[in-house]
């Protein structure tokens, strides 16, 4: 619904390179920096400069390639239900591995008849965002820290973020626990950018110790795999208490009495700001928190 020199400006911002844009976009060189030379003109206002030998993109610029970006988004909703309105449509969505754990396979199972195809990319809370910013999906079922500025969001669940271990190790047998005792023992963790790392790194932050601190750290991208080590008593992790919930009830896992460790978050269903689908997301949240309290 923008003009050519808003879609080649975005494509500049994307390719950060004018060659690559008019490679991309099928014109000449020529044409796209009178394109965007034209844009600046009646903007009055400078999106792009060269530092020699690096093309800059100002902040203005960025600014009105984040504008850009979600107004396509959007637009082509819109336009694809008015050309298909009685067609029901794909949805394509992510889910951090935390949530993935919790609300699947119910999850699919209950909304598979509202849609033609379902796709879901399971991911860390970083990448989900990602996505959604550049239209890969509409929303993410993510934990974690997120723009407020950027992202419109719908508390699903709220849980608890606790530290457990095998019912084998000495942290088991004591009353109470503190931060320098787990320490002591290696510390089973997911990659940077996941949610559930941010939040450990946050309050580890705030008791002026960090990861590195703990005797050793074993890096997993895959919850259910620190799980299994979990259980096979080769350390100690902080996760959402609703993803080994079974293994707390049956004791094959043990939560810890951390001191001053209180932590609640919420997992959250995240999408663009002024979605066209927002009602919808509304319900699918609802859907979601009732599967999530039946279990």
């Known amino acids: 619904m923008l003009d050519r020199r808003y879609q080649t400006f975005l494509t500049l911002v994307q390719t950060n390179s004018y060659t690559k844009t008019a490679e991309k976009l099928f014109i000449t060189q020529?044409?796209?920096?009178?394109?965007?030379?034209?844009?600046?003109?009646?903007?009055?206002?400078?999106?792009?400069?060269y530092d020699r030998p690096n093309l800059v993109i100002t902040t203005a610029g960025k600014q009105l390639a984040s504008f850009i970006e979600e107004v396509t988004i959007?637009?082509?909703?819109?336009l694809d239900?008015?050309?298909?309105?009685?067609?029901?449509?794909?949805?394509?969505?992510?889910?951090?591995?935390?949530?993935?754990?919790?609300?699947?396979?119910?999850?699919i199972q209950s909304i598979q008849d509202q849609f033609a195809n379902i796709s879901c990319i399971v991911a860390n809370t970083d990448e989900i965002l990602d996505q959604i910013s550049h239209g890969g999906i509409e929303f993410g079922l993510v934990e974690g820290n997120f723009d407020l500025s950027k992202f419109e969001h719908l508390t699903i669940y709220n849980d608890n973020f606790v530290a457990?271990?095998?019912?084998?190790?000495?942290?088991?047998?004591?009353?109470?626990?503190?931060?320098?005792?787990?320490?002591?023992?290696?510390?089973?963790?997911?990659?940077?950018?996941?949610?559930?790392?941010?939040?450990?790194?946050?309050?580890?932050?705030?008791?002026?110790?960090?990861?590195a601190d703990f005797r050793k750290v074993i890096t997993v991208g895959d919850m259910l795999t620190?799980?299994?080590?979990?259980t096979a008593n080769m350390g100690i992790s902080f996760l959402y208490r609703s993803l080994v919930s079974n293994n707390l009830d049956n004791r094959t896992l043990i939560q810890l009495p951390v001191t001053d460790f209180n932590i609640e978050r919420e997992l959250s269903m995240v999408f663009l700001h002024h979605s066209f689908y927002e009602s919808q997301y509304h319900a699918l949240a609802t859907q979601i928190h009732h599967t999530l309290m039946s279990k």
């Open 30 to 49: 020529p044409a796209v920096t009178q394109q965007i030379t034209s844009l600046q003109n009646e903007l009055k206002i400078e999106l792009v400069h």
């Open 74 to 78: 959007q637009s082509n909703a819109i």
């Open 81 to 107: 239900h008015i050309k298909h309105p009685s067609i029901k449509r794909d949805l394509h969505f992510g889910a951090t591995l935390s949530f993935n754990h919790i609300v699947e396979p119910d999850l």
């Open 164 to 211: 457990v271990c095998h019912p084998d190790n000495p942290l088991a047998q004591k009353p109470a626990v503190s931060l320098t005792d787990c320490l002591k023992y290696p510390l089973l963790l997911r990659e940077k950018g996941s949610g559930t790392r941010a939040i450990l790194e946050d309050w580890l932050g705030t008791q002026n110790y960090n990861t």
């Open 226 to 230: 620190i799980i299994k080590m979990l």
